[in-house]
């Protein structure tokens, strides 16, 4: 426990300053709040690391008022990433369906966006615009925690 | 002839009657015909038993009816107490058979002994005499083994809850009649004043036999087994009223009879109360059966009692007479809250085990779709047994409670130690209690059916549901008001002490601090939650509801066998209890043939018998069993061998009386 | 019913409701200080409610009309015990429900009913937390009343008013042994019913550790505002009967404007204090296992008994 | 000096400290039944040697008696500071890893707990008389010490580590000093260093036992000495 302690000492904060300016929150109702759901449609893991590393406490993304919750009625966006695989379409679409409204989809990294390298391949049923409306893409494969953390800020708006 | 023996008359009456035009009546009418009689001499009972309660004692004297020792008849205001509970249970369950008995098509036999059944109760603590006593328990002990063998033709099971109930409860009536006799018989209302060692005696006697009635540990093995088989108004009667009649001989030998006694007595009943009524809670939490966990809760409510008796003998024999009077006045109002609650949920429970075809908790569930009534009257009984807010057995815990911390100062050292562990073993009771009937009310009325059964069950038919509501009625006055029937209820426990509570919408006690009021509790919860259901009406921003398929993880739908089950919801309980309650477990994996690293099939068993049981009756009987071999050698049939014997033990007899006169 | 207690039972509520989603601000606030982040904001517990109130609210299928009834339950339950016990003011706003056994039969009541509504829902989950809860529940019960036991031997009386001014009116009893033994395991059932660490995540995001958190798994919208604002009031009302319990100082005794004013002060400052110390606490704990759980509550049960047996022990 | 403190030491204060320091031993007590992690009961113990010593103390300074007062040093320099060091010794030559715990005690923890809550209750039960002898204020916490005894004992039966066995056997003679020093207030200055002479003799021997039999076994579980016989 005193270990512990002296380490927190020692270290402080780590929280990075924030980079950027505030964005504007697409939705009026979740300003300065949004309940984060994350739903792997079919990704390589490398994306859920950079969702990790953007909820840590480097980049901090909680502090813009943004929470990851474990079940979908509690979120009020789905933070999708990978491709959308067969066997994930439909479960994709009931998870949409359990989030109670207003709602917003982020999808995150290449593969999310437009399939990526699993263009075309066996098994994929498209990206996450086919299934669902998108609302707001993160570039990258995988994308910087930088730019998971701006579009975090782009639904909150803080 | 005053209103009390006028109206004991015609419950008596009114049953015989009963009794007989069932035995003549065809099949249709038998169940109406058994049903009504209860009913009536259950309302009758419960105007007697108003009248002793409120002063109006009676005796009467009927030499010619038994032979050498006639009957003697009487009534107490204690006296008063239990045959107005008694009544008052008879009443919900005459109107529930009505349309029970219409269902389940019950032989005449049946029918005709449920009015006498209700009859002798009424009766037993009516007796004045040793022997008119004795009667009294006698029939009422046949009259209740006859319901409780009512079904023994469509289920074998019966047949040996009915062994085991004849066996126990004729032992307990062998304890009976040997303290009674050592007490020298006679009169049950005057004091008796024995030499100490006899009347220690005399109070273990009656408290084993009075307490296998009341089904406590480790005399309560015949009650899990007999309770859920009977019918179940019949089942109403037994755990609901006849039960007591066990706390009522308590009272009157340890109090009347032999006019309070040693602290080891006291000491001894508040330890067996304290284990009964946890381990009855614990067996309770782990039953699946609905109507067993029923029954063990029995054993709890009786225990809880227990404690309460106990503490006023202890504070009696201390000279805090108050606080005793406070502590048996909590041990009545609980006695009648227990008849209240646990009629209403024995005929809710019926009403499932009838429609639904089971009494498996694992295999209920949704029943709240099929049977609404039944479930809201289910729900309402377990608030009540749930020592929950507003529930009856809330107050009279609070009671209780208040008993004995107000017990402790001046206490002495049996105080400081006893006391401290009675309230732990009272809470623990009242937190295990709660889990127990949030598992059976959720996981038998709540979420999916697990079976066809539950799918399929309807709501019973009105007479049922308006024996279930006279019995909900009940709980509500006894939980909102207690303040109603408390002063009457001081009154009867007056043997040790004045009145201890007062007030009617605020219980307050009286010589010590503290009060309650049941009544603002819930007005002020009902009273926020419409606030609050109202304010998110008219919030801003409101948005429609929408239904939505379950959450299933996006996988397919849940299916019923995904459901948490009762068994696994008392899991965590059992783990925790593992010492106490020893569960056996078994896992058996079956592995492909083709590897040993590929399973085939898991096979998981788990039971929790009853230690007690396990523990003291299988080696009783097995010793009982050993004997009996050996004694068969002594027995090979031969007539002349027989005769031999009685020659035998007439010569040995004389021998002996010419050797010692 | 005194007017002092009245104006106290009104403040009371007022400041509970509004102040519990800040007291759950700033235990989340100080936690992210210590883990090194940056943090949300005390506000940020408010900014959720408001947004989730305005969300849409949602029926599994197959649920009844208790899953909607159990969330406004569990509120006046807890509004209930905000309002009626002394903690701003030295008398109680309705004497006869602020004995310390009514207000934890009253707690409990909340906690079945949530427990029914998420067996009510049928999920695997659902099921699985009631299971938990109550099992927890039934082993904090002992605990519970055996301490209150302990404090209210000496004050002669289980109400809470009485005895939050017999402490007034003798200090030194805070600082005898019974008072502290009854204090820890006060502390201990507070953590446990309350659910945080080391009894239960509230943070976690995995269903199989949790044990509030799965449930609510269904709840949304305002449904899980009032939830989630009946959790934080839960917190504030331990919290605040463990304060007014032990240091009773600042507590109101007249109707003076700045007598409340300063009662109400104290009130905030004392269930701050703590919910800060916990939060700061958990962060050096991991959740024990389930089956660990038992042992915690037998201690603090342990704790309880000998405050009782203290009080005989011990001649202050 | 003395002087000045028994001035300032009223007999409600004087009541008060003592009862703390009665408080702490039993509180202290429960802990070492309650933590599995031998370093911690460690700790703990030393904890308990400085609410020792205070209680020594509180006495000396309410009998204004210097021999008690020497008593009181020496407890705090034994028991709160040699013996666990002592142990801390024992326990890093014998576990291979410094956060080693009490893993599978006979009893277990819950069980453990509640039967300590039992012995509690009987100490208090069985002293009744010894108290009612001499009523004073440290005459009344004797239970304090016989229940401290009970429950070092119970450690001493119920657990396998051989720290923690010599933990509870500690334990136990913390609560048969505490005992002393209630019933007898100026105890002799004797019995209580030979008991602790005895005490210093136990701890070394046992910490060369436990030292070889970590050389010859490997670990310290006394249930595996049972193979030596069979």
């Known amino acids: 426990m005193l270990n512990l302690w002296r380490k927190i000492r020692a270290h402080g904060r780590v929280a990075e300053p924030p980079v950027g300016g505030r964005g504007y929150p697409l939705v009026p109702g979740l300003r300065g709040s949004v309940q984060v759901r994350h739903v792997d449609a079919g990704s390589c893991g490398g994306c859920e690391v950079e969702i990790g590393a953007a909820f840590g406490p480097v980049y901090d993304a909680e502090r813009y008022g943004a929470r990851l919750v474990a079940s979908p009625r509690h979120a009020d966006a789905l933070l999708v990433t990978g491709v959308v695989t067969r066997n994930m379409s439909e479960p994709l679409r009931r998870t949409y369906d359990a989030v109670p409204a207003p709602k917003l989809v982020v999808a995150v990294g290449d593969c999310a966006r437009d399939c990526g390298v699993f263009k075309g391949a066996y098994g994929v049923a498209g990206a996450v615009g086919d299934v669902l409306p998108v609302d707001a893409e993160v570039a990258g494969c995988p994308p910087r925690p930088e730019a998971i953390v701006a579009a975090v800020r782009g639904l909150t708006g803080r | 002839m005053n209103l009390t023996e006028s109206a004991l008359g015609l419950a008596v009456g009114v049953a015989a009657l009963a009794a007989l035009a069932v035995a003549a009546l065809p099949g249709r009418w038998r169940p109406a015909c058994a049903g009504a009689g209860t009913a009536l001499a259950g309302a009758a009972g419960v105007a007697a038993g108003v009248a002793a309660l409120t002063g109006r004692p009676f005796s009467l004297s009927l030499p010619g009816l038994l032979p050498l020792s006639g009957l003697e008849f009487g009534a107490d205001r204690l006296s008063g107490f239990f045959i107005a509970v008694t009544g008052a249970v008879a009443v919900p369950a005459g109107v529930y058979a009505t349309g029970y008995l219409r269902h389940s098509g019950t032989s005449r036999s049946a029918c005709a002994f449920l009015p006498l059944f209700a009859a002798s109760m009424l009766l037993v603590p009516a007796a004045a005499w040793a022997v008119t006593l004795l009667a009294c328990w006698e029939l009422m002990a046949l009259t209740s083994l006859l319901q409780v063998l009512a079904e023994h033709r469509r289920r074998p099971e019966v047949a040996e809850a009915g062994r085991w109930y004849a066996v126990m409860t004729h032992l307990g009536f062998a304890c009976i009649l040997a303290a009674l006799m050592l007490a020298g018989g006679g009169s049950l209302l005057a004091v008796r004043h024995l030499p100490a060692g006899l009347a220690g005696t005399v109070f273990v006697l009656a408290l084993a036999g009075f307490g296998s009635k009341a089904g406590i540990v480790p005399l309560h093995a015949w009650l899990p087994r007999a309770h859920p088989e009977a019918p179940s108004h019949v089942s109403a009667l037994m755990s609901a009223a006849m039960v007591n009649l066990g706390v009522y001989g308590i009272i009157r030998t340890g109090f009347g009879l032999l006019g309070g006694g040693a602290r080891w007595w006291w000491l001894l009943v508040l330890a067996l109360g304290a284990v009964s009524a946890v381990y009855g809670i614990l067996q309770a939490a782990m039953s699946s059966d609905l109507k067993r966990l029923l029954g063990y809760s029995t054993t709890e409510n009786m225990g809880l009692v227990l404690v309460g008796l106990g503490a006023a003998g202890l504070f009696a024999g201390t000279g805090h007479r108050v606080l005793a009077g406070l502590a048996l006045t909590a041990a009545l109002l609980h006695v009648a809250g227990h008849a209240a609650f646990k009629t209403l949920l024995f005929l809710s429970a019926g009403a499932v085990a009838q429609r639904a075809g089971t009494r498996d908790l694992d295999a209920l569930g949704g029943l709240r779709g099929g049977m609404p009534a039944t479930t809201a009257a289910f729900a309402w009984g377990a608030l009540a047994a749930s020592a929950l807010p507003p529930g009856t057995a809330f107050v009279s815990e609070w009671l209780l409670l208040q008993a004995l911390i107000h017990g402790l100062p001046g206490g002495g050292t049996a105080a400081a130690v006893v006391l401290p562990t009675a309230v732990a073993a009272v809470a623990l009771t009242a937190g295990l209690s709660a889990a127990t009937f949030v598992k059976a009310f959720g996981t038998g009325f709540l979420a999916r059916p697990r079976s066809d059964g539950a799918a399929r069950a309807a709501e019973a038919p009105g007479s049922m549901l308006a024996g279930m509501a006279l019995a909900g009625a009940a709980c509500a006055v006894l939980a909102l008001v207690p303040g109603a029937v408390l002063p009457a209820l001081a009154r009867a426990a007056a043997m040790t002490a004045g009145p201890a509570v007062a007030g009617l919408v605020t219980l307050r006690l009286s010589g010590a601090a503290g009060e309650l009021s049941p009544l603002l509790l819930a007005l002020a919860v009902l009273a926020v939650t419409l606030v609050a259901a109202g304010w998110l009406r008219v919030l801003p921003g409101r948005r429609a509801r929408r239904a939505a398929r379950l959450w299933d993880c996006g996988a397919g739908p849940l299916t019923a066998r995904m459901e948490y089950t009762a068994t696994a919801f008392a899991e965590p309980l059992q783990r925790v209890f593992d010492d106490v309650l020893a569960p056996e477990t078994g896992i058996d994996v079956t592995h492909l043939d083709e590897a040993r690293y590929l399973v085939a099939a898991v096979e998981y068993r788990r039971r929790v018998p009853d230690r007690v049981e396990r523990r003291l009756y299988q080696p009783a009987l097995a010793a009982v069993r050993a004997w009996g071999e050996a004694g068969r050698r002594l027995a090979p049939g031969s007539v002349h061998r027989y005769l031999g014997y009685g020659f035998y033990a007439v010569v040995a007899l004389l021998i002996v009386l010419t050797v010692t006169r | ?316 | 000096m003395s002087a000045v403190m028994s001035g300032v030491m009223t007999s409600t204060v004087y009541v008060q400290l003592l009862d703390l320091a009665c408080g702490a031993l039993l509180a202290t007590a429960v802990v070492i039944v309650w933590r599995r992690r031998l370093a911690a009961i460690i700790r703990t113990f030393a904890v308990q040697g400085a609410a020792l010593a205070a209680l020594a103390g509180v006495l000396a300074v309410h009998a204004r008696d210097v021999r008690l007062g020497v008593i009181a040093a020496g407890v705090l320099a034994l028991r709160a500071v040699v013996f666990p060091w002592l142990l801390g010794r024992a326990l890093a030559a014998s576990g291979p890893a410094p956060g080693e715990r009490e893993t599978r005690p006979l009893v277990n923890v819950t069980a453990s707990l509640l039967a300590v809550a039992v012995l509690t209750l009987i100490a208090y039960a069985v002293s009744r008389p010894l108290t009612a002898l001499a009523p004073s204020p440290a005459a009344d916490a004797i239970p304090v010490g016989i229940a401290v005894t009970l429950a070092g004992f119970f450690v001493l039966v119920t657990r396998r580590r051989a720290v923690s066995q010599l933990a509870g056997f500690l334990l136990m003679d913390n609560g048969i000093t505490a005992t002393g020093l209630l019933t007898t207030a100026s105890a002799g200055l004797l019995t209580e260093a030979g008991v602790s002479l005895d005490v210093l003799l136990a701890a070394v021997v046992l910490r060369a036992l436990a030292g070889r039999m970590r050389d010859a076994f490997g670990d310290t579980d006394l249930d595996d000495l049972r193979e030596l016989r069979d």
């Open chain 3, 1 to 316: 019913m005194t007017r002092l207690g009245i104006a106290g039972g009104i403040i009371q509520v007022v400041v509970i409701t509004g102040g519990a989603p800040l007291l759950a601000g700033v235990m989340r606030q100080v936690r992210a200080r210590l883990e090194g982040r940056a943090g949300p904001g005390i506000g940020q517990p408010w900014r959720d409610l408001r947004k989730l109130l305005r969300k849409e609210p949602v029926t599994p299928a197959g649920t009844s009309e208790l899953f909607r009834i159990a969330p406004l339950v569990l509120l006046a339950t807890t509004v209930t015990v905000a309002g009626v016990a002394p903690f701003v003011t030295d008398t109680s706003a309705v004497g006869p429900a602020a004995d310390l056994f009514a207000v934890a039969a009253l707690l409990a009541m909340g906690t079945a009913t949530l427990a029914l509504a998420a067996i009510d829902t049928g999920t695997a989950f659902g099921g699985m937390g009631a299971s938990r809860e109550m099992t927890i529940m039934a082993l904090a019960e002992p605990t519970l009343l055996v301490a209150v036991f302990a404090l209210s031997v000496r004050a002669g009386s289980t109400s809470l008013a009485a005895v939050v001014t017999a402490t007034l009116r003798d200090p030194a009893r805070v600082l005898s042994p019974a008072g502290l033994l009854a204090a820890a395991a006060l502390a201990l059932v507070t953590v446990a019913e309350t659910g945080r660490l080391p009894v239960d995540n509230p943070a976690t995001h995995l269903e199989l550790t949790m044990v509030h958190e799965a449930m609510i798994l269904e709840y949304a919208g305002p449904d899980l505002a009032l939830v989630e604002l009946a959790s934080s009031m839960r917190l504030a009302v331990f919290l605040g009967v463990l304060a007014t319990l032990f240091t009773p100082w600042g507590i109101a005794t007249t109707a003076a404007p700045l007598a409340l004013a300063a009662g109400t002060a104290a009130f905030a400052a004392k269930v701050g204090l703590l919910g800060a110390a916990l939060a700061a606490g958990e962060v050096f704990m991991a959740k024990l296992r389930l089956f660990r759980v038992p042992e915690l509550l037998a201690g603090s049960f342990l704790l309880a008994l000998l405050a009782v047996t203290a009080s005989y022990f011990l001649a202050v």
